[in-house]
Every structure is written in structure tokens, then in C-alpha cells.
């Protein structure tokens, strides 16, 4: 197994050289104002923090945070002491509020020059994203590690900055969520959103109601006592935690224990996909009394001051074919199903509002005659968002944001929450726009690669949320995103770490250099694909360890070699460096398959990536082939283009769930190659 | 920093080729016996556990670790539920003893065929090493994740198989300790013994000497609560804890609180490498009652039967120069310090009997009028312990398994406890020789790259323990060390996750494939060398953070290179499959260093590595020049090889203390070259 074939491996170039210099300080999200100064700060082994204003504890364990993570990226044990005149020093002239409310002033001024540092903030809060600056600022150099100079003032252009993580679907343990929780504070986001109940599993514990968890979880849960230490942990951060149980619709979980709540007769498991699906029951004075009591619990265990109850994609089905629930809604004038809905919603409004919390909920919970306290949380978009605006209702953008569909940074990048139909809204509606949050919905992940699908991508999510709208160079964003997500994985992140250990399972080997190969230039189908490609429905009690689950969302090789192509295209094919990077590129995919291929063969979770593999070496060849073409400046024959146009085609269709985009880039060589106009 | 340029990167070879199929089983360490059946036990999800013996709390724990390991292995969630027919069915006899006791049967069966496997043994302690052989034995294949069918009885050949880590030298963190335990059991070894106290600090608390840690410490110690943790998670992996307080010379850190236990005058810091050093003063009755008093409490806090004191390396230069000790000595009529040092030890035995320990020490502590009841342990050597045994003292060896000094595996693996001068020892004697131990020193090792220290190699020592002494093939060592390396990591350590993040933080880049071709090829230098090079005492706060401290102590890939010249030297150097591998080897490392250059000059903690880096591809272009003179069948001029050799030599050098054990295979390929018989 250890032992690839030498002779058949061959050439691995290490990385692409598309940018040769990065004269930007490397900081995700860019502070609102930068000024660069001349010289820099060193971080030796006398740096000291001192702290000026307020003491608070969150700053105090903010402090040590701070020091743990500098050690951690420069390998110097920092502990740290009270010091007079320490290296830095961090005035905060407010502690941080006992309970987090939407719009505090997070904004904080940080000072560098060659001789010490100072982090001066309103309070607390932004003196702890100061301080998660400076440790992005932290650089080595050939004097040694250095901060360097610079002054920045720095305030978010939202005030909703969050990460919503499902841990229905696949239970996410409290130590994942809580180095998630270290890389939203290292990127400055502010909102957890915590999807604890859907149809596989019902994830807070109730002692108002315990089978909620007793039957409705298979024992993957958080006892009420996890929830207050990782509520504590968050605000430590500056995070509020916002709870969601989603109803009436996505609640099987709450039918198992308590199936008189649901409109069909049950019973209900958790544990069978298969089985049978409701949706609550609207009709019946006990389901308001049920949820009296639960929000009631709920919200004394959850102090924020807003309070998610889901409400999205309700099944009219359940309801159509309830004939007390067709009479109920005859008896009070209701004429679709959607009405059902409002009067449901109404009435948890109402529960909501008296237990001291505002309701939030997904687009379909909008009605105009709801008060304009709630909030609407949009996965339908920025018209969506608008409407509601337009009507008075505040509102948070997740259209776009929605990390389980797979696409590229650059494209939740360019989601902006005051962009597309809410450009046209009047300065007062956009202030109902409260900010965004990314969604990573868990039918795909699982403890163990549920970073990488998370992270780095959803620090340009942040960038987007906190930074001026200005800001919007997709360049520089993956060059800095590259960085941070460095340093999010000295903060404990396993995003990348994850990704080698699932590999290294599938090969059974340490020994996967021609396994990376291939996983950095692969990426999963995208949008609901997977799904559509799954016959019936996804068992979540099956592992998933398979290629597809372990490699990263987007490819920053095929990537790069694209934006190689490109910059080929542009010298007009002719640029002997660049085809040299390209050739050598080339030739490592195209020898890749002989040393893999032993390796898939013999694992019974890659067999089903040999064609993937097969396809990049042929594609590879296929672009060599061009080049050689393009080099001798002849046009190339007819049959060779639609060979070589028959192979980029089967390239393109997805095999085990897996894309190429090299393929793209590979196609425009060998049109280049035929005389055709390159297409982009 | 991310972008190496690409026209130099050129050429990764993935692996090599020295052994193509692994027909043995991975297991390490290979047991007493083994039968290989036909056929194999799929591991799938319904996979279960029945305990059918003895349910005592040690075994169910041991359950859920194994069924925790299985799930990362394979990534197929196990969650451990009683069964009446599991697929592996475990029965042991009787519970784990409270105490664990020298010489505890540790045998057990394992039998697996296609549809089911068995683990007997005759108490808790055997079922829990058959769990970790099944382990070993899962294996992806066609077919999915498989244990071959296997009939194995196994037992140890030694009773007691240590693995030492001082903690005084750095601290070493408990989590740090704890995953280190759970890599002993993967091996089967059944002692860590803990070496608590040093000069540079004192690391257990005393609640009757609190200035012990108060003063001695730097804050960095175990509390007693963690202690008893600690010894209670070692009990439950099979493994007896046996503390170390070294006394009466490594000790500066007891007299930093209690200066009159010192032969000289203080005052005593253990910051402070310069300050003044001593050993414990004998003479006074006070010293004892101290003893007396300490020995009883942590003889409470530490159940083993075993009590070790040190009594290495007394610097009689405290005692000659104290004028209270020269009177005592002559008052008692001593001639020598060692004379002072066994009364010393006479006393400290009285005090360990008496609190119901028998005492362990090295081997200065040895003097004929002790009971025979003590235990030496030997970093002298075989012929000490042989000498030892023959008086009738019973011993462990240390020497030839100190990992500090950073030799390769193969030679702490051709150390037999019964070897060298142990051989001649009649059979009675030879059962004196109870085992050894493994001794990670940490003067050079921090928490982050301890386990890269001790992993793989220490796996090599405990197969020497537990393996009947007619195991000794070095290339099968090898090849199963590597593959349970792998499986180690699954568990938890951090060997090889460490060292690329220490890279990463070294280059301040995610992107250190250069770098890591480097690391692939240097080691460190060996036995006290690196003591020897650095000027003046060792500052116990640097950081470890260099190139020297991160790469592994024996290169893979230098080996298996030596491995590849080797075969090629037999070919008569005409195998053009093999010379094939030994170019594509060489290629990469000549252009390496043009890649790397870029990285190395722009980082502090890089550049010294920089000759480093240039040697190798010096080297290279020598060994291809080789590779070009055989090839013509040509005698290369005279001139040409004086030059191979000169950079040769400079090579052989090292540098920021690495060398490059590669030069040796190139210069037999130069030697060949010039048809002078090749060097071995």
C-alpha cells in the first residue's frame, strides 16, 4: 500500500504563482479604515499585554485567549502577567454587557508602531476584535515574528453578522460548535444561530418536556447544562446565540415523544427515514399550550432577546388530508393553507412576545398584519428581504449565504445584503437590512468535516458583513482568506487536518501524495445535486467517508490554473513562462492516474473515483496536446479537436458525486489550440 | 509568501518503492503466535460487542475506547450497545486488579474468522490487549474495511515494558501525557514511569511541602487531583504509573523552597539556568525526616508498589566542598562520595520500606548491602545489569532505548535486555531482567513536539518487550512501525499532524511542500550533539521552534533512498527500473532548494536552514552526474570526483544542527562512479 510506483508519479509541482507579492496586510474582514505606517513591531518573548480601562472577565479570558493563539502562531510560550507598561495595551472603557443586544458598539481603534501597540474600544466587545486583528496582523520576517505598523479604526457595517449551524440532521458535538464559535470571533462575526431541532433529531433538552430528547434524538442532545456553558462560551466572544426549533413544518423529531402535536397519525421515529412525515397541528388549543410551556423553558435557557421558530417549507399535505383541520379552517374563513399558517404564526407570535423574546422566522412566516417587531430571515433573497422591508419588517439576508450548496468564496462574496432588489430601497428601509448569516445545513456534514465546508469560505461571508461595501476585490479576498485560514487552523479549526485524515482512512496509508493530487482538483456537485443524485431518501445514519466528503467545497488549484489559462489567453498564448507552469501542471495530472490507480483499486471507498481519476489524466493530456499545438502555431486537425472535445465532454458530467473544473480551462486551450476564439 | 514560483518547483516523487506488498499482518508488536486463516470479517455498520466473561467497569470503558477508535478508523459511527450475539464476542475471566502488580497475567486469545471473532484471556488486562490487536488489524480493502481471519495467543515476553517522560525539563501538560498513554496501550506497554522532579523544576504537589510546586515550579505542575486522573486512566488502559523523585542530585528545584536540604548555600531558582546548582545534603537527620514525611505522602497519592528515587549523577563537588560533610564523612569513615551516596540510599530505602514501596533507581544507586528487593535501572547497559542480576538484584534496561538521543528505530530494536553482556546469565538470573523502558529526556521537547519524539520509534521498543527476542526483522519492523504510525494518529497523537503545523508556522504559510521535501530528508543530530554545540547552559524558555525541532528523528525517505542504492549497488548499477527511481528521487532534490530559497531567506526562524537546503541539491547534482557516468559506462575524470567529494564532505557537516543522511548513499553512487568498490 505505502509504496507508490515511482516511475508512474512523477512531477508534482507545489503551487502556482499567480500572485508573487502581497503587499496588503493580511486581515479578514478589512477594518473600515487602514493606515499603513513605516516599521513594525516585534513579538519576542517579552511582549506583554497590559490592560488599562476596565477589567472585565470576558476581557480578562479574552486576554489569555489572545496569548494562548500568539504562542500557538509563533511557538513563543506567552503567559500573561500584569505588567505596568506591558508591549500592548487594551483600554476598554465599558465591560461587556451581561446579556449581548442587538447593535452594541463593537468598534475599537488599534495602534501599532515599532515600540508597542494600544487596542482603545468603548467597551469590551471591540476591544476583543482589537485584539483578533493584532493576531491577524502577526507575521514572521526575516527579523522575526513582527507586527506591522498600523492604525486602523475599525466598526461593522452590520449588526447581524452570523453562522447558523444545523445539528439536526447530523448531531454536531459541543467541542466542534465551540472552536466554530473561535473561528466566527477570529473573523468578527457576532450571531450563532443554533438549528436545534428538525425531522432527524431534536437536539436541546427539555425538562418541561423531556421525551423531546428522550425519543427524539437517539441520544445526541445537549443537556440544558452544555447549552448555558457554550451560551457563556459565545458571549465570551462577543457571539449572541439565537436559538431556532423549527415549526410547524421540519419537526418530526418533536412528533416521536409527542405525537398528538402532529396533523397525521403517527408513530414517529427519528431513526428511519422512511417512515411517516407530519407537520404540527395548528388546530388544537393543546399545541399552544405545548408551546407556551416550551418557549417558556426555552427561552429562561436561551437569553437572547430573539427567538427562531423556523417556519419554513411547510407540507400543506399534512393538513389537506386532516378532515378536522379542513373543517377548522372552513369554520374560521381560511381559504389556503399559507392562511393556516399566519393564524399559527400569530399565535406563537404572540407566545413569544409574552415570554419577553421577538419572534424571527424564515421568509414564509411574513404577514402583513404580524407586528413589525419580528424578523424575517431570508432564504429566498434580497426581493424577498426588500418586500419585507418595504412593509416595515427587519430582516437578515441567508439567501447566498448558504455554505451546504458548495460554491465558490467569490460567490457569497458578491451577495450583498443592500444589493439586488434591495439596492432601490430608501436609506430608512435599508436600515431594517440587519445583516446576513451563513447557513451550513448538516445533511452532508458530520463532526468530522463539517469545518471544511464551514471554513475558510465563511470568512468572505464575514468580510462581506462586517466591511465596507466597497470592498469587493476578489483577489485580495482569496489571497487573505488563504491567510486566515491558516491561522484558523493554529485556533484548533481541523478544516484542513480533516481532510488528509479522511483521505488517509480511504487509502488505509499515510502515504496519499497522488490521493491529494486528485482531491485538490475535484469538487463536489453543487446546489441540491447530491440529493438529486441520491435514490430515495439520504440515510443519515450512513458514514460518509467518501471522496466527496472529504475534499473542500472549491479547488484553489483549479482555480489558479484557470486564472493561469487566462493570463496564457491574454499574453495570446504565446507567454513562455506561464506555458511552462501550465505544461508542468499538466504532466502532473496527466502521470497522476498510474501511481493512483493501485490505490483506488484497492480501497472499496475510492473504487468509485478511478473514472474521476482516468478523466483528469486524459484531460490533462488533451491540454498537453494543445500546447504543443499552440507551439507550433499549426492549426491541428479536425478529428483530433473532436477526439479531444469528446473526452472534455465526459470530463464534465460529475462521477461519484465529483466535478473537474480544470476541465473548463483545458477546453479553452484546446479551442485556442483549433483557432476558435477561446471561450471564458 | 504563498506563491513558490513554479518554473523551479519541478518533480515530487509521491513515495518510494522499496517494498511493493505487505503480505504480514500490521501488527506491532507481533504477538506470541499467529495462525492466518482464509476469508476476512467485514467491519460494517451493524459491527457489535458482546461481553460475555466479566463486566468489570475497566473492560467497558476499554469497549468504548476501542468502539471510539473503530468509528475513527474506519469513520462508521460504532456506539457500543449490549448484544447477545455480537460479532466480537470478549470474555475475560476475572476484572482488572485494583492495583496493577509486576508480573500480572496479561495473555489473551484472539480468534477471527469470516463471521464472528473471539477474545478470551483470563483476566480484564489480556482482553483489553486483544482489543488493541483487533484494532491493528483492520484494513480497507475491495471489499470495505475487513480483519483477516486470524488465530492469535499471545503473552508478553517481560513483565514490565516503560516508556519514561520527564516533565521537569518542559512541562508536559496532562492532555499531552494522556494521549501518549493511550499510544502505550496501542503497543502494549504497561509502565509509565514519570519522572516528576529535576532541576529546572518540581512538578507533583506536595500538600506537606507546598513550596515544593509553590517555588519550584513556575506554576507549572500536576495538581494531586490531576495526578490521581491521570493514574486512574493509565490503570484503565492496563498501565501502573510509577513517580520518580530524583534525589540526591537533580534536585535544584526541591531547594528552591527547602534550601537546607542543599549541600551549599542558596538562594536556589529553578528560572534561571545560570544560577547556582547543588545536590541534597546527606549528613543531616532533617533531610530524612523530610524524606520520611514526602515518601509517605505521595507513597499514598501514587498506588504502584514501586518508588523510584533517581540517584543519578551526584556531583560530589557540593559535598567536597562543604567542610560539615568532609567531617561527617571522615567521622563515619567514608573514603568516597559513592560511599556518602549509598548511605544516602541505605537511609532512603529504609524510608521507602517502610511506607510499603519497594525502591527503584539507576544504577548508581546499586551497592551490594541493599536488599535484593530494590530494582536498577540501567542507563549504563546490559553488562551493568548483568553484574546487577548476578548479586541478585533484579533490573530494568534504559540504555539503547533513550529516544533523546535520536537514533533511528532499527537500533533501539537490535537492543535486547538479554543481549550483550546479559547473554551469559543463567536462565534463574536471567528472570531478574524484568523488562525496560523507553526514556523521553526533555531538554529538547516541548507539548507540541514530544509525541514526534517518541512515536513511531517507541513502538519499535515495546515490540523488543513484548515480542519473542527471534522477532528481529529489521525491514518487516519497518514496514508494520509505519503502518501502526498511521493508525497512532487515528488515536490522537500528534507525531506527524505537529510537525506541518510547525513548518506552516516556521514559513507563515499554509503552502510548505518545498519545506517539506527538506524536512523529508534531514535529521537531527544524534546523542548529545546538540548539548555539545550550544554555547553555555541550555535557556530552558526558548522556544522550540526551529527546523531541528520539528523534523522527525529518522528520515523515511533517507532510508529508503539508501534502500534504493543499495539494490542498485547489486544490480551491478545497471537495473534501469531502479535507476529510474533513484533520478526521479534526485531530480527533485536539485531543484528543490530553488523553490525553497524564497521561503527560507524571508523568515527568522528559516534562514540558518538555508546552507542546509543548498547541500541537498549540491548532493543531488552529484549523485545524477553519477547516475550520467555509469550510465556511458565511462570513467569520470579525476578532477570531477575530487570536486563530488569536496561538496560531499561540506555536506556531511551539520548545519543548524541537521544533517543530511542521503550523503552517504550519493557518495557510494560518486565512488561507483569512478569505479572505486562502493562504500557500505
Chains 1, 2 share one sequence.
Not at 39 to 62: C, M, N, Q
Request: hydrophobic share 40%; proline share 7%; aromatic share 8%.
Amino acid at each position: 500500500m505505502r509504496y507508490l510506483p515511482l516511475a508512474a508519479t512523477l512531477f508534482i509541482c507545489s503551487s502556482f504563482a499567480v500572485s508573487q507579492s502581497q503587499p496588503q496586510l493580511n486581515l479578514m474582514p478589512i477594518p473600515a479604515s487602514v493606515q499603513q505606517g513605516s516599521g513594525a513591531l516585534p513579538i519576542t518573548k517579552t511582549f506583554s499585554v497590559t490592560v488599562a480601562g476596565v477589567h472585565d472577565p470576558a476581557l480578562e479570558a479574552g486576554i489569555h485567549r489572545f496569548a494562548d493563539q500568539l504562542s500557538r502562531q509563533t511557538g513563543i510560550p506567552f503567559q500573561p502577567k500584569p505588567e505596568a507598561a506591558g508591549t500592548l495595551t487594551v483600554r476598554a472603557e465599558k465591560p461587556i454587557p451581561a446579556l449581548l443586544k442587538l447593535g452594541e458598539d463593537e468598534s475599537y481603534q488599534l495602534t501599532v508602531t515599532d515600540s508597542g501597540a494600544q487596542i482603545t474600544a468603548p467597551n469590551t466587545l471591540g476591544a476583543l476584535h482589537g485584539l483578533q486583528t493584532f493576531l491577524q496582523l502577526v507575521t514572521i520576517t526575516p527579523q522575526g515574528f513582527v507586527v506591522p505598523s498600523v492604525t486602523i479604526k475599525d466598526q461593522p457595517r452590520f449588526p447581524w453578522r452570523g453562522l447558523m449551524i444545523d445539528v439536526s440532521r447530523h448531531f454536531i458535538p459541543l467541542d466542534v460548535l465551540k472552536r466554530n464559535l473561535d473561528g466566527m470571533a477570529f473573523v468578527k462575526m457576532n450571531v450563532f444561530h443554533w438549528h436545534l431541532s428538525d425531522d432527524q433529531g431534536f437536539r436541546a433538552e427539555s425538562k418541561v418536556f423531556p421525551k423531546l430528547t428522550g425519543t427524539g434524538s437517539e441520544g445526541n442532545y445537549y443537556t440544558q447544562e452544555e447549552i448555558r456553558n457554550l451560551i457563556s462560551y459565545a458571549h465570551d466572544r462577543g457571539i449572541r446565540v439565537v436559538p431556532e426549533f423549527d415549526t410547524p413544518g421540519h419537526s418530526r423529531s418533536w412528533f416521536v415523544g409527542y405525537p398528538d402535536l402532529a396533523s397525521n397519525e403517527g408513530p414517529f421515529t427519528v431513526e428511519d427515514e422512511h417512515g411517516p412525515e407530519s407537520v404540527t397541528d395548528p388546530t388544537r388549543e393543546e399545541t399552544y399550550k405545548f408551546i407556551d410551556k416550551f418557549v417558556e423553558e426555552m427561552g429562561k435557557l436561551f437569553p437572547d432577546a430573539y427567538f427562531h421558530i423556523g417556519g419554513d417549507e411547510v407540507n400543506g399535505k399534512f393538513w389537506d388530508s386532516n378532515p378536522k383541520i379542513q373543517a377548522f379552517k372552513q369554520a374560521h374563513g381560511m381559504k389556503t393553507n399559507q392562511d393556516l399558517q399566519a393564524y399559527y404564526n400569530e399565535h406563537l407570535q404572540k407566545i413569544v412576545a409574552k415570554h419577553h423574546k421577538t419572534m424571527i422566522g424564515w421568509d414564509e412566516i411574513l404577514r402583513p398584519d404580524l407586528p413589525k417587531t419580528i424578523v424575517v430571515q431570508s432564504w429566498r433573497g434580497q426581493e424577498s428581504l426588500a418586500a419585507a422591508a418595504k412593509e416595515g419588517f427587519s430582516g437578515i439576508l441567508s439567501h447566498g449565504y448558504y455554505l451546504d450548496l458548495i460554491y465558490p468564496a467569490s460567490r457569497h462574496y458578491a451577495v450583498d445584503p443592500l444589493g439586488g432588489g434591495a439596492a432601490s430601497l430608501t436609506a430608512e428601509q435599508q436600515k431594517l437590512i440587519l445583516g446576513g448569516e451563513a447557513c451550513q445545513w448538516a445533511e452532508w456534514v458530520t463532526p468530522e468535516n463539517v469545518d471544511s465546508h464551514i471554513w475558510p469560505r465563511n470568512a468572505a461571508i464575514a468580510e462581506r458583513l462586517w466591511s465596507p461595501q466597497s470592498v469587493t476585490d476578489v483577489n485580495s479576498m482569496y489571497a487573505r482568506m488563504h491567510a486566515v485560514s491558516f491561522e484558523l487552523e493554529f485556533l484548533g479549526l481541523m478544516h484542513n487536518a480533516a481532510r488528509d485524515r479522511m483521505l488517509q482512512r480511504m487509502a488505509g496509508t499515510a502515504d496519499i501524495t497522488a490521493l491529494q493530487i486528485l482531491a485538490d482538483v475535484v469538487e463536489p456537485v453543487q446546489d441540491y445535486n447530491r440529493w438529486d443524485d441520491s435514490k430515495g431518501p439520504i440515510d443519515f445514519h450512513s458514514p460518509l467517508t467518501h471522496l466527496i466528503d472529504a475534499v473542500y467545497p472549491e479547488s484553489d488549484s483549479a482555480r489558479e490554473f484557470g486564472n493561469l489559462v487566462q493570463k496564457f489567453a491574454q499574453s495570446g498564448y504565446k507567454d513562455p513562462a506561464i506555458e511552462t507552469q501550465i505544461r508542468t501542471q499538466l504532466t502532473l495530472w496527466r502521470h497522476n492516474d498510474a501511481a493512483l490507480y493501485p490505490l483506488l483499486q484497492q480501497s472499496a471507498l475510492l473504487q468509485e473515483d478511478i473514472p474521476v481519476s482516468q478523466n483528469l489524466a486524459m484531460i490533462a493530456a488533451a491540454g498537453l496536446q494543445a500546447l504543443d499545438y499552440l507551439d507550433r502555431g499549426l492549426k491541428e486537425p479536425e478529428l483530433w479537436k473532436t477526439q479531444q472535445l469528446t473526452v472534455i465532454e465526459q470530463a464534465k458530467k460529475p462521477v461519484a458525486g465529483l466535478l473537474l473544473p480544470v476541465v473548463a480551462p483545458v477546453q479553452q486551450l484546446v479551442e485556442a489550440a483549433s483557432g476558435q476564439s477561446p471561450q471564458k
